[in-house]
């Protein structure tokens, strides 16, 4: 494995699991996060209006090797923009990139296929002592 690649140990998969369950459950305990969610998943297409917490099924579902497929599929050099800052060896550096990322392929990736966005209603019963309202407004070309 080289430096600056992920090893995606299969023993670590739990713990990032059990994270983000638990982030996901955050979101009952933060009305105004769940408004968030909710107004962007009425608002924008799929896949753009999912949220990035994902779902209890599928985060239960995950195995190790759906998360290296993903990462190797996704995390490809295409538009990539390498930022570096303060004083260095231009030619070191260099050299080390190429090192580290010299056979990293691009892949031509399809935009994903936009689905219709969904409209679920304007109420979305919440036990909780407070009240928030969202508003989305469809975007404006000029």
Not at 50 to 55: I, K, V
Not at 75 to 96: H, Q, S, T
Not at 101 to 129: C, K, M, T, Y
Request: aromatic fraction near 8%.
């Amino acid at each position: 494995m080289l430096p600056g690649r992920p090893h995606l140990p299969a023993d670590q998969l739990e713990a990032g699991r059990s994270a983000c369950l638990q982030e996901l459950r955050s979101i009952d305990d933060e009305p105004s996060h769940k408004l968030m969610i909710e107004l962007r998943q009425r608002r924008y297409p799929d896949p753009w209006g999912r949220s990035s917490l994902g779902e209890e099924a599928s985060l239960r579902a995950v195995t190790i090797d759906d998360v290296r497929q993903f990462h190797s599929r996704h995390y490809r050099p295409g538009n990539m923009i390498l930022a570096v800052a303060g004083n260095f060896d231009w030619k070191r550096m260099c050299d080390e990139v190429e090192t580290l990322f010299g056979d990293w392929e691009p892949l031509d990736v399809a935009e994903p296929a936009v689905r219709n966005w969904r409209h679920v209603g304007d109420h979305i019963p919440f036990q909780s002592n407070q009240s928030h309202v969202g508003i989305a407004y469809p975007p404006r070309f000029i």
